[in-house]
């Protein structure tokens, strides 16, 4: 995983907009995020996380058949974030796509990049989740403004004969009938560039916090239960459950719903913000890096996003 280094504190945001430390921890559970620089781009993160999860791996650019970025915060629309990451990397041997899926887009790469290693085993896929909120964020908004960050994590895909390890079983869902409850309709093609029909805040995302929230744990607890009952398991059998990091109040309902200790629920939107697909591999990373997570253990994923959209992975590390 990487992050910019730079660190806004819910006291930085009291200088901005009418808002207290309390209220935002209290609501949400964030104490700080980390955000770009004004000169710095997103795509710096993905490679430095791009090039760790390959160093991990003992692999080389070179090495990777396929390189997918879930992003809504590319440095450009064209060329994407997957092709900027294949350059830096020197992949000349892989094909390379951003995908679209807000908050729930890690799950959604990480499923299609299951998919293609059932076709080739041998395939080295290089998943990443990169967003840079910042930049799609209204400064004088204090519903949103207080809860997205930047950063980027990545995790290399590929074949094990221990045929026990890996994706289990996936939900990849949507549900666009409530899709004006969460957008970022500037920069898309419905409107021309500078166009004055579109107001300038919709160059921001906008969000009626309050009912994605109500969808949003409704959804979470669903998505969850499903894939365990199918699957003949109960919560307790999960070593760890990592959902994407929205609201730590979500996060508090779905592990009281599950009846999970807080030991076998990752959070880490303290120190991030919601950070959309790249909380997940965010959180995994740290997950694995303090021990939470080993070899064989049960593991679910859980993500809800704008769209809306919603995943689960269900998966044997
Ligand atoms: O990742 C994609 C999915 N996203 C989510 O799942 C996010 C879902 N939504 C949420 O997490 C929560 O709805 C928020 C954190 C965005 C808001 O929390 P809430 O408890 O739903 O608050 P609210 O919108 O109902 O607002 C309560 C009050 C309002 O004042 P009144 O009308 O009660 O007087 C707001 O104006 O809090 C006010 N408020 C604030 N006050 C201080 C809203 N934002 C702020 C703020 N600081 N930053």
């Not at 980027?152 to 994706?167: D, L, N, P, Q, Y």
Request: negative net charge; glycine residues 6%.
């Amino acid at each position: 995983m990487a992050v910019p280094p730079k660190i806004l504190t819910n006291s930085d945001l009291e200088k901005m907009v009418d808002t207290s430390d309390e209220w935002i921890q209290v609501r949400t559970g964030i104490r700080e995020r980390h955000i770009l620089n004004d000169n710095e781009v997103i795509s710096t993160y993905a490679f430095l996380a791009a090039k760790e999860a390959l160093d991990k791996a003992n692999l080389q650019g070179e090495d990777l058949n396929l390189i997918i970025c879930a992003t809504l915060t590319p440095d450009y629309l064209m060329p994407s974030l997957a092709i900027l990451l294949q350059k830096e990397l020197s992949a000349v041997n892989a094909g390379a796509f951003d995908l679209s899926a807000t908050c729930s887009g890690f799950i959604y790469a990480l499923v299609i990049a299951d998919q293609f290693i059932r076709s080739h085993p041998d395939w080295k896929i290089l998943v990443v989740g990169a967003e840079a909120l910042s930049r799609k964020t209204n400064w004088e908004d204090r519903t949103t403004c207080v809860l997205f960050g930047d950063g980027a994590g990545a995790v290399i895909v590929t074949g094990s004969k221990e045929e026990e390890r890996g994706i289990i079983d996936f939900i990849l869902g949507a549900d666009g009938s409530n899709w004006p409850l969460l957008t970022l309709k500037g920069g898309g093609s419905a409107y021309f560039p500078f166009d004055e029909r579109l107001p300038k805040d919709e160059y921001y995302i906008k969000m009626q916090g309050r009912e994605v929230f109500k969808i949003a744990v409704r959804m979470m607890e669903k998505l969850a239960s499903e894939i365990l009952e199918r699957n003949n398991l109960k919560p307790q059998d999960l070593a760890l459950l990592i959902p994407h990091q929205a609201n730590m109040r979500i996060i508090e309902y779905l592990r009281e719903k599950l009846e999970l200790p807080p030991e076998r629920v990752f959070i880490n939107i303290q120190r991030y913000g919601n950070t959309s697909a790249a909380s997940i591999p965010i959180a995994l990373y740290e997950a694995e890096r303090e021990g939470r997570i080993k070899k064989g253990d049960i593991v679910l994923l859980v993500a809800f996003g704008g769209g809306f959209t919603f995943a689960s992975v269900l998966l044997r590390w």
